[in-house]
């Protein structure tokens, strides 16, 4: 079983920053391709950003790139997302999830994914 906590949300002004960290659990992280998933009120939950196993390759949304890093530590079982130059729009619940060991592949779609976290809330005010 593998467990993911994620922390750093918060209230924030537009234009303002947040760095948001996602502690995994377990002995495969190294093994793991992950991701950032966000879902505002009444929305689907969308694609943020995703990472490769070694880090090597990053991936973004249209609406984050270049204003959102994801970034990853493998000896502290940790990933994070940089969040830079944030608007209102950016408002949601955050979450963090991980493929399965030495799977690659499509970023975007939550089926690829199989352990996710709670969430943690970005509330960005203009």
């Known amino acids: 079983q593998v467990q993911l906590v994620e922390s750093g949300g918060g209230l924030v002004q537009a234009g303002g920053s947040l760095r948001l960290s996602c502690a995994v659990s377990?002995?495969?992280?190294?093994?793991?391709?992950l991701g950032w998933f966000r879902q505002a009120p009444g929305k689907e939950r969308e694609f943020v950003a995703g990472?490769?196993?070694?880090?090597?390759?990053?991936y973004y949304s249209d609406s984050v790139k270049g204003r959102f890093t994801i970034s990853r530590d493998n000896a502290k079982n940790t990933v994070y997302l940089q969040m830079n130059s944030l608007k209102p729009e950016d408002t949601a619940v955050y979450y963090c999830?991980?493929?399965?060991?030495?799977?690659?592949?499509?970023?975007?779609?939550?089926?690829?994914?199989?352990?996710w976290g709670q969430g943690t809330q970005v509330t960005v005010s203009s």
């Open positions: 990472i490769s196993r070694t880090g090597s390759t990053t």
């Open positions: 999830a991980t493929k399965p060991p030495y799977v690659s592949g499509s970023y975007g779609s939550r089926s690829e994914y199989d352990y």
């Open positions: 377990g002995r495969t992280f190294s093994s793991r391709a």
